[in-house]
């Protein structure tokens, strides 16, 4: 912060993003200690693109990715003096986001469920890369699939029921671990493990038909095609 704060003197909006305005800061009407927020806004605000990259894919149909973001870093800030030392900020911060995109989506009772939206900001080759490719054959569907087109990924990817897409999501393209995305969702590991071979299984199937109907995959020649 470029000033001192009083006890009562309102924190001025925040713009992050590469210029794109989240809003006004979800804490500018707390009452704190200027050592609370600078450290509050030290340690959150560098997860703020990613944790609006998930709120765009979460966001239900009438719930706006702004105002998941916004939320969640009023929940966060209000529960931030609670948090213990060396707790998983990225972890809890994304367990917060997921709750309040299932509170905006009616579905408080159901965790685990979302209704993914596809947008062109979202890294679809994330997903083709990270699908396991068994076999013999392993480095021509590799090549193949790195030819297909970001909305393949993206059609491949609304193939995938809610709950297995959401863990899909969580760890391909943010990196987390199944203990990590149970505790964020409020399910069992068991149950991420299971849905995330299932979910990676289906798109290999679905990727390589794709790859195969445009012609970039030809087992009858043993080739992949790349014009």
């Not at 001025?12 to 590469?18: F, G, L, S």
């Not at 009407?29 to 050592?35: D, P």
């Not at 703020?48 to 009438?62: D, I, V």
């Not at 060396?86 to 917060?96: E, H, N, T, Y």
Request: a negative charge; glycine letters at 6%.
């Amino acid at each position: 912060m470029n000033r001192s704060l009083s006890r009562t003197e309102p924190v001025a909006p925040i713009r992050h993003m590469d210029g794109m305005d989240v809003g006004s800061s979800p804490i500018e009407w707390a009452v704190c200690e200027e050592s609370t927020l600078t450290r509050f806004e030290r340690q959150t605000m560098p997860f703020l693109g990613r944790l609006h990259a998930a709120a765009t894919q979460m966001a239900s149909a009438h719930a706006d990715p702004d105002e998941l973001v916004q939320q969640t870093y009023l929940q966060a800030f209000e529960a931030f003096e609670l948090l213990p030392e060396g707790a998983g900020l990225k972890v809890w911060l994304f367990r917060i986001l997921a709750r309040t995109a299932l509170d905006a989506a009616g579905q408080g009772n159901r965790p685990g469920d979302f209704v993914l939206q596809p947008t062109a900001q979202s890294s679809q080759g994330v997903f083709a890369e990270r699908v396991p490719i068994p076999g013999e054959h392993a480095a021509r569907v590799t090549q193949a699939l790195d030819l297909l087109r970001d909305e393949d990924v993206s059609a491949a990817l609304q193939c995938l029921t809610d709950e297995v897409r959401i863990v899909v999501y969580l760890a391909d393209a943010e990196d987390f671990t199944p203990a990590d995305i149970a505790e964020i969702l409020g399910i069992f590991p068991g149950s991420v493990r299971s849905r995330l071979r299932h979910g990676r299984n289906l798109l290999l199937e679905i990727l390589t038909a794709a790859a195969q109907r445009q012609g970039l995959l030809d087992w009858r020649h043993d080739r992949v095609h790349t014009n």
